[in-house]
């Protein structure tokens, strides 16, 4: 079965300073790996996707992910981050049927002047 | 992007009654539509998945004459949670999506069970 495992449930960051959240997965086939942000009492927004190809993959508000195929991991990156990126994120894997989704656990990011 | 909304975003009600959320595609055709359910500071869990005109197939553990999921027609998923008690106090998330269009997750319904 495929799982998700997100390393850290909580990563404290001053304001401009760089953040990596990491991602690692188990599967034994192709994956698709997806990273989702979750403002409090809101729904979950798709950051950024990885389904093939180039294997750094760039999306929204400036954050970035790269496969890595060998070590079974999809960290997700920024290099300067804002007090509106704090929030949840969750790593999560495309497993089975089409679109269902398994997630991990989540991370909180918070970021501090 | 497509849009997914739900309604209530927030419900009470007292234990023993039954509370109905709906999950609608607003601007594409979701043949397949999922329901998760959020615990406080905790991952989503997946509860089930639906296909239009078909029953819903649940994950193991969840209760399929608990939690009753129609999924009627191509813009419109429900979920009934029957005699809610409180542990059944959650944040409910659907997510709606076709071949074409991918998948997006409506906003959340909060349940809280007194």
């Known amino acids: 079965a495929q799982s998700v495992t997100q390393l850290d449930s909580q990563v404290p960051v001053f304001e401009e300073a760089p953040v990596e959240l990491r991602c690692n997965y188990s599967?034994?086939?192709?994956?698709?790996l997806f990273w989702y942000v979750q403002y409090p009492n809101q729904g979950l927004q798709l950051l950024l996707k990885y389904l093939s190809g180039s294997t750094l993959v760039k999306g929204i508000n400036g954050f970035e992910a790269e496969f890595n195929k060998s070590q079974t991991s999809f960290h997700l990156r920024k290099p300067s981050v804002h007090i509106s990126d704090t929030a949840e994120y969750f790593c999560?894997?495309?497993?089975?049927?089409?679109?269902?989704?398994?997630f991990g656990a989540g991370t909180r990011l918070a970021v501090h002047p | 992007g497509a849009v997914v909304s739900q309604h209530p975003s927030w419900v009470i009600c007292k234990s023993g009654t039954s509370v109905k959320i709906e999950c609608r595609s607003l601007d594409f055709q979701a043949t397949t539509m999922f329901w998760y359910r959020q615990f406080p500071k905790q991952s989503l869990m997946l509860m089930a998945t639906s296909n239009e005109g078909s029953k819903a197939t649940y994950e193991q553990g969840v209760e399929k004459d608990k939690f009753l999921i129609n999924h009627a027609s191509l813009t419109l998923s429900t979920l009934t949670v029957t005699s809610a008690h409180p542990e059944d106090s959650s944040f409910y998330i659907c997510?709606?999506?076709?071949?074409?269009?991918?998948?997006?997750f409506g906003p959340g319904t909060r349940l809280t069970v007194l």
């Open positions: 599967s034994s086939v192709s994956v698709y």
């Open positions: 997510s709606a999506s076709n071949r074409d269009s991918g998948m997006f």
């Open positions: 999560a894997v495309r497993s089975g049927g089409y679109n269902k989704l398994i």
